[in-house]
């Protein structure tokens, strides 16, 4: 049996750490696509201000009754819906993250008045979930505590509730767009309580959030990130470097 010599033998296993490496800050390498830590004004609106961070210099589409501190009076006239928006169209390839920490929605106009999360097909900043917006995925936070998870759009498609939570939570939903049927995965203070793969893709345009039935609530921050995948190439060398080394043994 042939033996490596071992200057060679370093050379692969070198090289071989480097791609790992390599493939491990390429998966670490988060984008901010919007970041919103809401620093405004509570007597300014949210609309028409633009996010603390954001690789577009997009502005928000939103409500009047949104404010640029992130706070939403309540209502008890019934169907109060307000919604805010950013733009955006998902690229096949990657994984994003929607994220929002809100605190648990008061006063409204009863126990199903909730704030949603979630990625839509337009920004009509009226009823966040059906036609022309049709959320999907989406997720939403009520009056009496419930999260409830929906794949879409709207309330079509499956819906799940998630039970009881209270106080302000973290709401988060993952988009995986690597693969031809894409998946959501969603989170509630970072623990996963549902993953859905898509019959057919969901049509984007839009990240954004909402109340309805005149819920309260103040949202301390939004943020959406990317993480591309993995280069195909290096995945490659790897596997060739791989055979060289078992073929020279």
Do not use: C, H
């Not at 209270?166 to 031809?180: C, K, N, Q, V, Y």
């Not at 839009?206 to 309260?216: K, T």
């Amino acid at each position: 049996m042939n033996k490596i010599p071992k200057t060679t033998t370093l050379a692969v296993i070198a090289a071989l750490a480097g791609l790992v490496l390599s493939v491990s800050s390429t998966q670490a390498a988060v984008l901010y696509i919007y970041n919103e830590t809401f620093s405004g004004s509570g007597a300014v609106d949210l609309n028409g201000t633009t996010p603390d961070n954001t690789t577009g210099g997009n502005t928000w589409t939103a409500s009047t009754d949104w404010k640029a501190d992130g706070t939403i009076a309540g209502s008890t006239l019934g169907a109060d819906d307000d919604s805010a928006f950013l733009a955006f169209a998902p690229v096949s390839g990657n994984v994003y993250n929607l994220s929002a920490t809100v605190t648990q929605p008061t006063v409204g106009f009863g126990t199903s008045a909730w704030l949603g999360l979630g990625f839509t097909n337009g920004n009509d900043t009226g009823n966040f979930f059906s036609s022309p917006n049709n959320a999907s995925p989406w997720m939403l936070y009520r009056n009496n505590s419930e999260v409830k998870t929906f794949d879409g759009p709207g309330t079509t498609g499956t819906n799940v509730g998630e039970g009881n939570f209270g106080g302000t939570i973290t709401m988060s939903i993952e988009l995986d767009t690597t693969a031809a049927q894409w998946t959501s995965e969603w989170f509630v203070d970072g623990s996963s309580v549902r993953t859905e793969t898509f019959a057919s893709n969901p049509t984007i345009t839009n990240v954004g959030f909402a109340r309805e039935d005149g819920a309260s609530s103040t949202i301390t921050s939004f943020s959406l990130t990317a993480v591309p995948e993995p280069s195909t190439s290096v995945l490659i060398g790897l596997g060739g470097l791989a055979l060289v080394f078992r073929r020279r043994k």
